[in-house]
Nanobody
Framework: QVQLVESGGGLVQAGGSLRLSCAAS????????MGWIRQAPGKEREVVAA????????DYASSVKGRFTISRDNAKNTVYLQMNSLKPEDTAVYYC?????????????????WGQGTQVTVSS
């Protein structure tokens, strides 16, 4: 089992950048495929970025491709989401999630462990 704690959210102007971090407990973090999922008010959760357990493979939602970058440091038990060129429509609660898996996880329902979420607000 792993516990996940996000940090780095906040208020930023359109065009700005934020870096989210997700710290994981436990000794088997390198076995977990990880993802960042967001939920905007009145909308369903969507996977914005996913990364394989070794960090080699990544995948992005089309809405963030070219602007967001997911990465991980298994030595530090941490996964990151670098968000550039932020838009007001990126405003949401961002969750870190994971599951023991040898492949990328692209579906929200396939994630098992979740953090508490961090609010990202982008003003126009």
């Amino acid at each position: 089992q792993v516990q996940l704690v996000e940090s780095g959210g906040g208020l930023v102007q359109a065009g700005g950048s934020l870096r989210l971090s997700c710290a994981a407990s436990g000794r088997t973090f390198s076995s977990y495929a990880m993802g960042w999922i967001r939920q905007a008010p009145g909308k369903e959760r969507e996977v914005v970025a996913a990364i394989s357990r070794g960090g080699i493979y990544t995948d992005y939602a089309s809405s963030v491709k070219g602007r967001f970058t997911i990465s991980r440091d298994n030595a530090k038990n941490t996964v990151y989401l670098q968000m550039n060129s932020l838009k007001p429509e990126d405003t949401a609660v961002y969750y870190c999630a994971g599951r023991v898996s040898s492949v990328l996880i692209r579906r929200v329902d396939d994630y098992v462990y979740w953090g508490q979420g961090t609010q990202v607000t982008v003003s126009s």
